[in-house]
């Protein structure tokens, strides 16, 4: 993900719900929360965080918002397509509409798309590997020493807009 200008497309399973992503994302976690778990079923979510400005929705149809609990108490958008369900982003109370947190899972070549950290590994399946390298949090981190400048001064504009 070297380019600012890359595009990334997605969708859910069914395809009703396309979008595309017209930058490459600012930051991605792999979050192996409890609830992250238990919201996916799989060991951990991968979430690709982008401006919402730079999601283009280019499908049939637009994901539907389901609010959902979390640890925090405040809650989570979970953007889902009406009709099969699959949820393709979801937004925090933290940032609000301004960023997405795209499930890379959804993207068409979401494969490629490796973590830039992992989250919540307090809660991490043992039988989980970390791959070296990669900065690790036993909850969260602290963006600033962690996210490159280019991505801290994204995310700065995108919540000046919200």
């Known amino acids: 993900m ?10 859910c399973t069914c ?4 979008y595309r992503m017209t930058s490459k994302p600012m930051f991605v976690n792999a979050c192996h ?14 979430n690709a965080l982008i401006e919402a400005d730079r999601v283009e929705l280019t499908g049939a149809c637009a994901p539907e918002m389901v609010d ?3 640890a925090s108490g405040k809650g989570q958008k979970i953007w889902r ?8 982003w979801s937004n925090y109370a933290g940032a609000g509409a301004a960023i997405r947190f795209v499930r890379v899972g959804s993207l068409d070549a979401g494969h490629d ?5 992992h989250i919540f590994t307090s809660t991490k399946r043992p039988w989980v590997v970390l791959p070296p390298g990669v900065p690790v949090a036993v909850e969260f981190y602290n963006a600033k020493e962690v996210w490159p400048q280019e991505s801290l001064d994204r ?4 919540l000046q807009r919200k």
Do not use: L, M
């Open 2 to 11: 070297s380019s600012n200008n890359q595009t990334y497309e997605g969708g």
């Open 15 to 18: 395809g009703h719900v396309r």
């Open 33 to 46: 929360c409890t609830w992250c778990q238990r919201e996916t079923g799989a060991a951990f979510a991968t």
């Open 68 to 70: 959902t609990p979390s």
């Open 81 to 88: 397509c009406p009709k099969c369900k699959v949820a393709v």
């Open 113 to 117: 798309i490796a973590p830039d950290a």
């Open 155 to 158: 995310r700065a504009a995108a």
